[in-house]
């Protein structure tokens, strides 16, 4: 090897310049997305505790009315109480129509027959809302990322 340096056969480096090296930063702070992931797992596993029936009304905990009405009433006590009228025009409206009032009346009903645990329900509160948090500011940032991408690559 230290003969190839003396006789100059040394491998050249090639330095990305200007939008490739921009571009490359971007890309590499997008790894957020397994962050993403990671706490969406947590926040299933969580749910899962809480209230396991949740997930027969609302099977993607992805989706924005699931995250809602977590973020809203994020226990089966909270839930249970809701008048299935208001309950569904938010769900309604959140959900661009694709949920309603029979949702909500099944959702309340669950919640006031759930089986998940109800011994330190606080504490997971707390840890619910804390991943919603985070997964929105993650959210944002990826989007914002990609916003910039978009921009440097038109």
Known sequence: MAYGFLRHHALTVVVPEGD????????????????????LNQLQQLVFLIFPEFETVIKDIKIKTARYIL????????????????????????????FGIKDAEALIGLAQGTVGIKEGITGLDLDVKHILIQLETIESFIAEIESKMEGTLS
Do not use: C, D, F
């Open 20 to 39: 490739a090296v921009y571009l490359r930063r971007l890309n590499n702070a997008r790894e957020h997305i397994r962050e993403r992931n990671a706490l």
């Open 71 to 98: 973020r809203s009433y994020t226990t089966p006590q909270s839930m249970g109480v809701l008048n299935k009228e208001t309950l569904g025009e938010e769900m309604r409206k959140t959900s661009m129509g694709k």
